[in-house]
């Protein structure tokens, strides 16, 4: 009964998240249904081998619990080999006297910001990740028909971020078209990049090994489905008019070197890595405080308008007053439960999504610790594949910015398609949890 249940909830969600997509489209007679269902298919596929090898395989055959083990676990050794540096560097200024979230976040997750940049980069002047780029990328090129650049920057945004992933297909994005754009955009706003993907990992499996592995393989999972997911929602948003022909399709990976030599890509990446640490730090400081602020005085109208003890009854004490996260909560709960978050549940996921897309997914994140012991195992996993994008609002001008700075001649397009592809990249990370959900 829970299966038939699963399934129909993540129908219809899937059908739900899919007619926004077709009333946001702007030509929607020449939407590809190949490509949506070709899509939709690959994702399907994709969730139906992690039940199956988290359910069955890594629990009977050795051989497969040994791959999965080994993937997870480098996500969670590069937490234990952060710790060293961490320990070296900043244990004589009291790193062991300070206790609680701020010696987790400022001690262990924004280092591990900056050593996995850093490894990141280095893998990238490897060419390591360009092969595995490629290989995703003939595998959606193959089952939807896209160009080569498309499928490349779609494979690409798996692994690196919005504004990295662009370089991949640097030689061609002048003379991208709209659709191909939108695409390119959708896809950056629905995954999120190896540089935060360790820390998210922290962030959700704290100190235990066996979460951080669990949490690893689905935030893995979640990038890689959510792929084949942006360039559905970007194709039935923009669909493209012109024909396709075997040239578009070939998947040449331009040679972009992060560096000089090896230890300038690491140098290169760690220092880019601690640019996007201290603007995280920075960012939660500030929303920390704005959100503080505010809350401050919707707690004062619930009092005065005396809304706050109705409100902590009808939410069983998880909110004990008026307050931004309860509205946030109300707004996004009906989407958390078409995602098949459990009802009791439905508002506490929703006030993380209202987050993710007001402020950004980091935020969400970091607010997951102190909610996941009030939620369902179920509810947690499928927050976590809803959460993992970049689709807030600061995201459309980071993108802007980065991709018009490699190609100036689109900054037009980029302009005109930011909310579009902001909403897109949303709707993507979604039907990823709808069909995640199906699995659980």
Not at 225 to 253: F, G, H, N, R
């Amino acid at each position: 009964m829970d299966l038939i249940t699963n399934l129909f909830r993540g129908v219809l969600g899937c059908a739900i998240m899919l007619g926004i997509l077709y009333l946001m489209s702007n030509n929607k007679k020449n939407i590809n249904w190949r490509i949506v269902g070709g899509g939709i298919l690959l994702q399907f596929t994709l969730g139906i081998l992690l039940q199956f090898t988290l359910g069955i395989l890594v629990l009977k055959v050795e051989f497969v619990t040994l791959i999965f083990d080994w993937v997870a676990s480098f996500f969670v050794n590069v937490l234990a080999y952060t710790n060293a540096g961490i320990e070296f560097l900043l244990t004589p200024f009291g790193m062991k006297e300070v206790d609680g979230a701020l010696n987790n976040f400022v001690f262990k997750v924004l280092p591990t910001i900056v050593f996995f940049s850093a490894l990141s980069s280095m893998f990238y002047y490897l060419g390591i990740l360009q092969i595995i780029t490629k290989g995703i990328a003939w595998v959606m090129s193959k089952t939807m028909k896209l160009t080569g650049a498309e499928s490349l920057a779609a494979a690409a945004n798996v692994f690196i971020g919005q504004t990295e992933a662009p370089l991949v297909i640097r030689p061609y994005l002048a003379g991208m078209s709209r659709s191909e754009m939108m695409c390119l955009m959708v896809g950056g706003f629905s995954t999120i990049a190896g540089s935060v993907f360790a820390a998210y990992v922290g962030f959700l499996g704290g100190d235990d090994p066996v979460a951080q592995q669990l949490f690893a393989r689905h935030l893995l999972t979640a990038s890689i489905m959510s792929a084949p997911a942006a360039i559905v929602a970007a194709k039935m948003i923009m669909p493209e008019t012109k024909e396709i022909t075997l040239a578009d399709q070939k998947l040449d990976v331009p040679k972009e070197q992060s560096g000089s030599n090896i230890l300038d890509a690491i140098t290169l990446g760690a220092t880019d890595g601690f640019k996007l640490a201290v603007n995280v730090g920075i960012m939660l400081l500030v929303f920390t405080a704005l959100i503080a602020m505010v809350n401050s005085m919707l707690i004062g109208i619930g009092g005065f308008t005396h809304l706050n003890p109705l409100i902590t009854e009808a939410t069983d004490g998880r909110f004990s007053s008026l307050s931004l996260e309860y509205l946030l909560g109300l707004i996004f709960a009906p989407v958390a439960w078409i995602m098949g978050v459990t009802t009791q549940d439905s508002m506490l996921v929703g006030q993380l999504l209202g987050m993710k897309t007001a402020i950004n997914e980091f935020y969400a994140f970091a607010k997951m610790p102190e909610l996941k012991g009030m939620m369902s195992p179920k509810s947690v996993i499928i927050t976590t594949y809803a959460l993992c994008g970049f689709a807030n609002f600061a995201s459309i001008g980071i993108q802007i910015g980065g991709i018009s700075a490699l190609a100036p001649m689109q900054r037009k397009n980029l302009t005109e398609l930011g909310m579009k592809a902001m909403i897109g990249g949303t709707i993507a990370s979604f039907l990823t949890a709808c069909i995640a959900g199906m699995f659980l």
